[in-house]
Nanobody, 118 residues
Framework: QVQLVESGGGLVQAGGSLRLSCAVS????????MGWYRQAPGKQRELVAEITSVGTTNYADSVKGRFTISRDNAKNTVYLQMNSLKPEDTAVYYC????????????WGQGTQVTVSS
């Protein structure tokens, strides 16, 4: 059974930094794209950043230049370094991974709260 376990959320002041991690465990053949989404209260879940298995990245316009996504394929882990945080970055952040077991499925983490105070 595949699991995604996130860590690194918390409370930070505006202008501060946080680093999120998401580790994949279980039985699988390969991990394709990995990414981070977020959902603020009363809003739809939105893409924050995504990274392919070969390192190609894609960012939401709202986080370009402030957030950096990376992955360690040896550790089956994806990271999100968040700098210059703003109150509007406050949300629950979810890790996503497209994983090939006997088929390719999309798996989600449980979510981690990020709160940025002004």
């Amino acid at each position: 059974q595949v699991q995604l376990v996130e860590s690194g959320g918390g409370l930070v002041q505006a202008g501060g930094s946080l680093r999120l991690s998401c580790a994949v465990s279980g039985r699988f053949f390969s991990i394709n794209a990995m990414g981070w989404y977020r959902q603020a209260p009363g809003k739809q879940r939105e893409l924050v950043a995504e990274i392919t298995s070969v390192g190609t990245t894609n960012y939401a316009d709202s986080v370009k230049g402030r957030f950096t996504i990376s992955r360690d394929n040896a550790k089956n882990t994806v990271y999100l370094q968040m700098n210059s945080l703003k109150p509007e970055d406050t949300a629950v952040y979810y890790c996503k991974a497209d994983i090939f077991t006997s088929f390719t499925g999309r798996y989600w983490g449980q979510g981690t709260q990020v709160t940025v105070s002004s």
